[in-house]
Protein backbone atom coordinates (compact mmCIF):
# COMPACT_ATOMS: atom_id res chain seq x y z
CA UNK A 1 0.00 0.00 0.00
CA UNK A 2 1.45 3.00 -0.66
CA UNK A 3 0.21 7.12 0.21
CA UNK A 4 -0.17 9.84 -2.55
CA UNK A 5 -0.24 12.94 -1.92
CA UNK A 6 -2.93 15.22 -3.77
CA UNK A 7 -1.97 17.57 -5.71
CA UNK A 8 -2.86 17.13 -9.83
CA UNK A 9 -6.48 18.14 -10.90
CA UNK A 10 -6.27 13.56 -11.59
CA UNK A 11 -5.44 13.37 -7.56
CA UNK A 12 -8.15 15.88 -6.59
CA UNK A 13 -10.81 13.95 -8.78
CA UNK A 14 -10.16 10.95 -7.34
CA UNK A 15 -10.13 12.33 -3.71
CA UNK A 16 -13.65 14.05 -4.35
CA UNK A 17 -15.01 11.22 -5.67
CA UNK A 18 -14.27 8.17 -3.63
CA UNK A 19 -16.61 8.69 -0.99
CA UNK A 20 -19.49 8.56 -3.83
CA UNK A 21 -17.96 5.05 -5.02
CA UNK A 22 -17.73 3.70 -1.29
CA UNK A 23 -21.28 4.64 -0.62
CA UNK A 24 -22.96 4.17 -3.81
CA UNK A 25 -25.53 1.93 -2.32
CA UNK A 26 -26.42 3.72 0.59
CA UNK A 27 -29.58 5.19 0.39
CA UNK A 28 -29.07 8.46 2.97
CA UNK A 29 -25.49 9.65 1.68
CA UNK A 30 -25.69 13.18 -0.18
CA UNK A 31 -22.54 14.24 -1.77
CA UNK A 32 -21.38 17.46 -0.12
CA UNK A 33 -20.59 20.04 -3.14
CA UNK A 34 -17.01 19.50 -4.00
CA UNK A 35 -16.63 23.41 -3.76
CA UNK A 36 -16.94 23.45 -0.28
CA UNK A 37 -14.19 20.78 0.10
CA UNK A 38 -11.71 22.39 -2.72
CA UNK A 39 -12.61 25.68 0.13
CA UNK A 40 -10.76 24.05 2.78
CA UNK A 41 -7.67 22.75 0.72
CA UNK A 42 -7.41 26.45 -0.94
CA UNK A 43 -4.65 28.98 1.14
CA UNK A 44 -6.64 31.66 -1.03
CA UNK A 45 -10.41 30.82 0.60
CA UNK A 46 -9.21 29.30 4.20
CA UNK A 47 -8.10 31.53 6.90
CA UNK A 48 -6.63 28.37 8.80
CA UNK A 49 -3.55 28.35 6.33
CA UNK A 50 -2.13 31.86 8.06
CA UNK A 51 -1.87 30.03 11.11
CA UNK A 52 -1.54 26.53 9.87
CA UNK A 53 -0.83 24.22 7.44
CA UNK A 54 -2.72 21.30 5.73
CA UNK A 55 -2.35 18.38 3.32
CA UNK A 56 -4.16 15.34 1.83
CA UNK A 57 -3.36 11.96 0.19
CA UNK A 58 -5.06 9.05 -0.87
CA UNK A 59 -4.24 5.91 -0.62
CA UNK A 60 -3.59 2.61 -3.30
CA UNK A 61 -3.18 -1.13 -2.56
CA UNK A 62 -0.77 -3.01 -4.40
CA UNK A 63 -3.14 -3.17 -7.43
CA UNK A 64 -3.39 0.61 -7.71
CA UNK A 65 -7.09 0.83 -6.21
CA UNK A 66 -7.94 3.24 -3.90
CA UNK A 67 -8.34 2.20 -0.95
CA UNK A 68 -8.95 5.74 1.24
CA UNK A 69 -8.23 9.15 1.99
CA UNK A 70 -7.11 11.67 4.68
CA UNK A 71 -6.48 14.96 5.32
CA UNK A 72 -3.60 15.70 7.62
CA UNK A 73 -2.84 19.31 9.56
CA UNK A 74 -1.82 21.47 12.27
CA UNK A 75 -3.49 24.69 13.52
CA UNK A 76 -1.65 26.51 16.12
CA UNK A 77 -4.55 28.46 17.49
CA UNK A 78 -5.87 24.79 18.07
CA UNK A 79 -4.65 24.66 21.80
CA UNK A 80 -4.90 21.68 23.56
CA UNK A 81 -3.18 19.89 26.72
CA UNK A 82 -0.68 18.91 24.60
CA UNK A 83 0.34 19.87 20.92
CA UNK A 84 -2.26 18.22 18.96
CA UNK A 85 -2.71 17.74 15.13
CA UNK A 86 -5.43 17.11 12.83
CA UNK A 87 -7.55 14.47 10.74
CA UNK A 88 -10.16 14.90 8.42
CA UNK A 89 -11.84 13.82 5.47
CA UNK A 90 -10.86 10.67 6.04
CA UNK A 91 -12.71 7.26 4.09
CA UNK A 92 -11.68 3.98 3.94
CA UNK A 93 -12.60 0.61 2.75
CA UNK A 94 -14.08 -1.78 5.46
CA UNK A 95 -10.92 -2.84 6.18
CA UNK A 96 -8.78 -3.00 9.76
CA UNK A 97 -5.43 -3.15 8.17
CA UNK A 98 -5.81 -0.55 5.78
CA UNK A 99 -7.57 2.07 8.02
CA UNK A 100 -4.04 1.32 10.37
CA UNK A 101 -2.02 2.06 7.69
CA UNK A 102 -3.70 5.43 7.12
CA UNK A 103 -4.16 5.97 10.44
CA UNK A 104 0.08 5.60 11.50
CA UNK A 105 0.51 7.32 7.89
CA UNK A 106 -1.08 10.40 9.81
CA UNK A 107 0.47 9.75 12.98
CA UNK A 108 4.47 9.53 11.53
CA UNK A 109 3.33 13.33 9.56
CA UNK A 110 1.89 14.85 12.54
CA UNK A 111 5.02 13.54 15.20
CA UNK A 112 7.39 15.02 12.83
CA UNK A 113 5.76 18.44 12.98
CA UNK A 114 5.63 17.80 16.74
CA UNK A 115 2.42 16.59 17.58
CA UNK A 116 1.95 14.45 20.93
CA UNK A 117 -1.89 13.75 19.41
CA UNK A 118 -4.43 13.98 16.80
CA UNK A 119 -8.41 14.59 16.71
CA UNK A 120 -10.53 13.32 14.42
CA UNK A 121 -11.90 13.55 12.21
CA UNK A 122 -12.52 17.15 12.39
CA UNK A 123 -12.54 20.05 10.36
CA UNK A 124 -9.09 22.31 8.83
CA UNK A 125 -11.65 25.36 9.74
CA UNK A 126 -14.90 26.34 11.99
CA UNK A 127 -16.39 23.30 13.74
CA UNK A 128 -19.91 24.23 12.25
CA UNK A 129 -18.86 21.82 9.26
CA UNK A 130 -17.20 18.44 8.61
CA UNK A 131 -16.87 17.86 12.27
CA UNK A 132 -17.18 14.38 13.64
CA UNK A 133 -17.63 10.81 12.83
CA UNK A 134 -21.01 9.90 13.14
CA UNK A 135 -21.79 7.02 15.43
CA UNK A 136 -25.55 6.70 15.93
CA UNK A 137 -28.41 8.15 13.52
CA UNK A 138 -27.52 7.05 10.18
CA UNK A 139 -29.88 9.04 8.09
CA UNK A 140 -29.44 11.98 5.91
CA UNK A 141 -26.86 14.48 6.78
CA UNK A 142 -27.48 17.61 6.93
CA UNK A 143 -25.69 20.56 5.09
CA UNK A 144 -21.78 20.14 5.79
CA UNK A 145 -22.12 17.53 7.93
CA UNK A 146 -19.97 14.07 7.75
CA UNK A 147 -21.80 11.11 6.99
CA UNK A 148 -19.85 7.91 7.07
CA UNK A 149 -20.72 3.98 7.13
CA UNK A 150 -21.40 2.74 10.87
CA UNK A 151 -18.35 0.51 10.33
CA UNK A 152 -15.88 3.79 10.64
CA UNK A 153 -17.06 3.69 14.05
CA UNK A 154 -14.92 0.13 14.93
CA UNK A 155 -12.10 1.80 12.36
CA UNK A 156 -11.38 4.24 14.61
CA UNK A 157 -12.06 2.59 18.42
CA UNK A 158 -9.78 -0.69 17.36
CA UNK A 159 -6.91 1.63 16.43
CA UNK A 160 -6.63 3.10 19.78
CA UNK A 161 -8.74 6.07 19.19
CA UNK A 162 -11.07 7.60 22.31
CA UNK A 163 -14.50 9.66 22.19
CA UNK A 164 -12.76 13.37 23.33
CA UNK A 165 -16.86 14.39 23.24
CA UNK A 166 -19.41 13.38 21.80
CA UNK A 167 -21.69 15.73 19.23
CA UNK A 168 -25.79 15.50 19.80
CA UNK A 169 -28.36 16.48 17.50
CA UNK A 170 -31.75 17.21 18.37
CA UNK A 171 -34.83 17.67 16.70
CA UNK A 172 -38.44 17.09 16.52
CA UNK A 173 -41.52 17.34 14.29
CA UNK A 174 -43.04 20.89 13.50
CA UNK A 175 -46.54 20.50 14.71
CA UNK A 176 -45.74 18.23 17.67
CA UNK A 177 -47.03 20.05 21.29
CA UNK A 178 -45.33 22.77 22.69
CA UNK A 179 -44.01 22.48 26.20
CA UNK A 180 -46.85 24.29 28.82
CA UNK A 181 -44.46 26.27 30.37
CA UNK A 182 -43.04 28.00 27.17
CA UNK A 183 -46.89 28.74 26.82
CA UNK A 184 -47.28 29.71 30.42
CA UNK A 185 -43.82 32.02 29.84
CA UNK A 186 -45.19 33.35 26.28
CA UNK A 187 -48.97 34.67 27.90
CA UNK A 188 -46.45 36.41 30.96
CA UNK A 189 -44.33 37.95 28.34
CA UNK A 190 -46.86 39.07 25.80
CA UNK A 191 -48.17 41.46 28.69
CA UNK A 192 -45.27 43.53 28.46
CA UNK A 193 -45.53 46.24 26.34
CA UNK A 194 -41.64 46.35 25.95
CA UNK A 195 -41.25 43.06 24.73
CA UNK A 196 -41.78 42.05 21.00
CA UNK A 197 -40.86 39.35 18.41
CA UNK A 198 -39.98 39.90 14.91
CA UNK A 199 -38.79 37.70 11.93
CA UNK A 200 -35.87 37.97 10.21
CA UNK A 201 -36.48 40.48 6.88
CA UNK A 202 -34.21 40.26 3.92
CA UNK A 203 -34.44 43.98 3.29
CA UNK A 204 -32.92 44.66 6.61
CA UNK A 205 -30.49 42.25 6.54
CA UNK A 206 -27.66 45.26 7.34
CA UNK A 207 -29.70 45.69 10.38
CA UNK A 208 -30.46 41.96 11.61
CA UNK A 209 -26.85 41.34 11.25
CA UNK A 210 -26.32 43.94 13.86
CA UNK A 211 -28.68 42.78 16.08
CA UNK A 212 -27.30 39.17 15.22
CA UNK A 213 -23.66 40.45 16.55
CA UNK A 214 -25.17 41.81 19.66
CA UNK A 215 -26.69 38.94 20.89
CA UNK A 216 -24.47 36.53 20.38
CA UNK A 217 -21.61 37.88 21.49
CA UNK A 218 -23.27 38.77 25.19
CA UNK A 219 -24.86 35.37 24.97
CA UNK A 220 -22.36 33.34 24.04
CA UNK A 221 -18.25 34.65 23.75
CA UNK A 222 -17.44 34.11 27.18
CA UNK A 223 -18.61 30.66 26.98
CA UNK A 224 -16.14 28.21 27.08
CA UNK A 225 -14.26 28.33 23.74
CA UNK A 226 -16.31 31.11 22.35
CA UNK A 227 -15.06 34.45 20.71
CA UNK A 228 -16.28 37.41 19.68
CA UNK A 229 -17.49 38.17 15.79
CA UNK A 230 -17.87 41.20 13.88
CA UNK A 231 -20.91 42.84 12.44
CA UNK A 232 -18.96 42.32 9.29
CA UNK A 233 -18.39 38.93 9.89
CA UNK A 234 -21.99 38.44 10.46
CA UNK A 235 -23.03 40.63 7.37
CA UNK A 236 -20.77 38.34 5.06
CA UNK A 237 -22.18 34.92 6.41
CA UNK A 238 -25.73 36.43 6.15
CA UNK A 239 -25.11 37.65 2.77
CA UNK A 240 -24.19 34.49 2.35
CA UNK A 241 -27.09 32.46 3.42
CA UNK A 242 -29.02 35.38 1.47
CA UNK A 243 -30.13 32.77 -1.54
CA UNK A 244 -31.75 30.32 0.46
CA UNK A 245 -33.17 32.85 3.62
CA UNK A 246 -36.55 31.65 4.60
CA UNK A 247 -38.32 35.17 6.33
CA UNK A 248 -40.74 32.82 8.26
CA UNK A 249 -38.53 30.92 10.55
CA UNK A 250 -35.93 33.37 11.84
CA UNK A 251 -36.86 35.17 15.26
CA UNK A 252 -35.69 37.74 17.21
CA UNK A 253 -36.77 39.43 20.40
CA UNK A 254 -36.31 43.11 21.50
CA UNK A 255 -36.93 45.38 24.44
CA UNK A 256 -38.39 48.24 23.10
CA UNK A 257 -35.45 48.43 20.53
CA UNK A 258 -32.86 46.58 22.10
CA UNK A 259 -31.96 43.16 20.73
CA UNK A 260 -32.64 40.73 23.50
CA UNK A 261 -32.76 37.07 22.05
CA UNK A 262 -32.51 35.20 18.81
CA UNK A 263 -33.56 32.16 17.27
CA UNK A 264 -31.63 31.27 13.47
CA UNK A 265 -32.98 28.68 11.47
CA UNK A 266 -32.78 28.24 7.74
CA UNK A 267 -33.43 25.35 5.16
CA UNK A 268 -31.36 22.14 4.88
CA UNK A 269 -29.82 22.91 1.87
CA UNK A 270 -29.06 19.69 1.27
CA UNK A 271 -32.71 18.89 0.57
CA UNK A 272 -31.93 20.64 -2.49
CA UNK A 273 -28.16 19.73 -2.98
CA UNK A 274 -28.23 16.20 -3.38
CA UNK A 275 -29.83 16.34 -6.41
CA UNK A 276 -26.88 17.72 -7.76
CA UNK A 277 -24.29 15.19 -6.82
CA UNK A 278 -21.78 17.48 -5.45
CA UNK A 279 -21.41 19.84 -8.31
CA UNK A 280 -22.39 23.45 -8.67
CA UNK A 281 -21.34 24.84 -12.15
CA UNK A 282 -23.83 27.22 -14.25
CA UNK A 283 -26.10 24.27 -15.30
CA UNK A 284 -26.38 22.64 -11.69
CA UNK A 285 -27.17 26.66 -10.24
CA UNK A 286 -30.12 26.35 -12.79
CA UNK A 287 -30.82 23.01 -11.78
CA UNK A 288 -30.67 23.96 -8.18
CA UNK A 289 -33.11 27.33 -9.11
CA UNK A 290 -35.22 24.57 -10.16
CA UNK A 291 -35.21 22.43 -7.41
CA UNK A 292 -35.87 25.15 -4.97
CA UNK A 293 -38.56 26.07 -6.89
CA UNK A 294 -40.81 22.59 -7.58
CA UNK A 295 -39.02 20.41 -4.49
CA UNK A 296 -40.94 21.41 -1.18
CA UNK A 297 -38.34 21.16 1.35
CA UNK A 298 -40.20 20.43 4.44
CA UNK A 299 -37.06 20.15 7.09
CA UNK A 300 -35.74 23.09 8.45
CA UNK A 301 -32.26 23.19 10.34
CA UNK A 302 -31.67 25.39 13.98
CA UNK A 303 -28.26 27.21 13.42
CA UNK A 304 -27.97 29.59 16.81
CA UNK A 305 -29.95 30.01 19.88
CA UNK A 306 -28.72 32.90 22.29
CA UNK A 307 -30.72 34.81 24.90
CA UNK A 308 -28.57 37.89 26.15
CA UNK A 309 -27.41 37.26 30.45
CA UNK A 310 -29.58 39.77 31.77
CA UNK A 311 -32.99 38.09 30.17
CA UNK A 312 -31.81 34.58 30.46
CA UNK A 313 -34.58 32.62 32.81
CA UNK A 314 -36.86 34.65 32.27
CA UNK A 315 -39.35 32.89 30.20
CA UNK A 316 -37.85 34.94 26.98
CA UNK A 317 -37.21 31.49 25.28
CA UNK A 318 -40.54 30.37 25.52
CA UNK A 319 -42.58 33.51 24.25
CA UNK A 320 -40.08 33.63 21.11
CA UNK A 321 -40.66 30.13 20.61
CA UNK A 322 -44.06 29.99 20.79
CA UNK A 323 -43.88 33.30 18.64
CA UNK A 324 -41.86 31.51 15.92
CA UNK A 325 -44.06 28.24 15.86
CA UNK A 326 -47.00 29.57 15.18
CA UNK A 327 -46.21 31.76 13.11
CA UNK A 328 -44.16 29.39 10.36
CA UNK A 329 -46.68 26.19 11.36
CA UNK A 330 -48.92 28.83 9.24
CA UNK A 331 -46.82 29.87 6.75
CA UNK A 332 -44.16 27.21 5.58
CA UNK A 333 -44.28 23.97 4.69
CA UNK A 334 -41.73 22.07 7.25
CA UNK A 335 -42.44 19.62 8.83
CA UNK A 336 -39.12 18.45 10.62
CA UNK A 337 -36.43 20.18 12.64
CA UNK A 338 -33.13 19.55 13.42
CA UNK A 339 -30.88 21.73 15.31
CA UNK A 340 -27.22 21.41 14.61
CA UNK A 341 -25.17 19.47 17.05
CA UNK A 342 -24.03 20.23 20.61
CA UNK A 343 -21.01 19.13 22.52
CA UNK A 344 -21.80 17.14 25.50
CA UNK A 345 -19.71 19.58 27.23
CA UNK A 346 -21.70 21.80 27.43
CA UNK A 347 -24.89 21.46 29.62
CA UNK A 348 -26.69 24.70 29.38
CA UNK A 349 -27.44 24.41 25.82
CA UNK A 350 -28.19 20.50 25.91
CA UNK A 351 -30.87 21.95 28.44
CA UNK A 352 -32.21 24.50 26.33
CA UNK A 353 -32.33 21.72 23.29
CA UNK A 354 -34.32 18.94 25.74
CA UNK A 355 -36.63 22.34 26.62
CA UNK A 356 -37.94 22.39 22.71
CA UNK A 357 -39.08 19.09 23.48
CA UNK A 358 -36.58 17.31 20.92
CA UNK A 359 -35.28 13.89 21.14
CA UNK A 360 -31.58 13.05 19.99
CA UNK A 361 -31.71 12.51 16.48
CA UNK A 362 -28.16 11.58 15.56
CA UNK A 363 -24.87 11.39 17.45
CA UNK A 364 -21.41 12.43 16.24
CA UNK A 365 -17.79 11.90 18.08
CA UNK A 366 -14.88 13.85 17.43
CA UNK A 367 -11.65 11.34 18.60
CA UNK A 368 -8.78 11.74 20.35
CA UNK A 369 -5.57 9.51 20.02
CA UNK A 370 -2.62 10.33 22.03
CA UNK A 371 0.77 9.27 20.59
CA UNK A 372 2.04 8.28 23.89
CA UNK A 373 0.06 5.10 25.58
CA UNK A 374 1.21 5.79 28.64
CA UNK A 375 -0.11 9.19 29.19
CA UNK A 376 -3.60 9.53 30.57
CA UNK A 377 -6.65 10.44 28.36
CA UNK A 378 -9.05 13.15 29.47
CA UNK A 379 -11.82 14.04 28.13
CA UNK A 380 -12.80 17.99 27.15
CA UNK A 381 -13.58 20.25 29.79
CA UNK A 382 -17.71 20.31 30.82
CA UNK A 383 -18.46 23.94 30.35
Known sequence: MKAVQVVSDHHIKLFLNFPSLLFANDKNYIRPLDQDIETVFDPKKNKFFRSGECERFIFLNDKH??????????????????????????????????????????????????????????????????????IEGFSEPLYAMNYNAPYYKELFENYGFKIYFNQLCFGRKVYDGVNENFLRMHERISKNPAISARRMKIKDLEKYAADFTEVYNKAWANHGEGKEISKAHTLKLFSTLKPVINEHISWFVYE?????????????????FKYLDGKFGLWQKLKFLLVKKFKTNKKMVGLVFGIVPEWQRKGI??????????????????????????????PKMIR????????????????????????????????
Do not use: S
Not at 100 to 106: G, H, K, L, V, Y
Not at 256 to 269: F, G, H, Q, T, V
Not at 321 to 341: A, L, N, P, S, V
Open 317 to 346: DGYMIWEGTKHFRKTTDFEDYEMQWIGDFN
Open 256 to 272: NEKPIAMWMNIPDLNQW
Open 65 to 134: EMVGKIAVFINKKYRQAQPTGGIGFFDCINDQTTANFIFDFAKKRLQEKGMEAMDGPINFGERDKFWGLL
Open 352 to 383: IAENLETEVTRKLATYRYIFDRNKAFERHKML
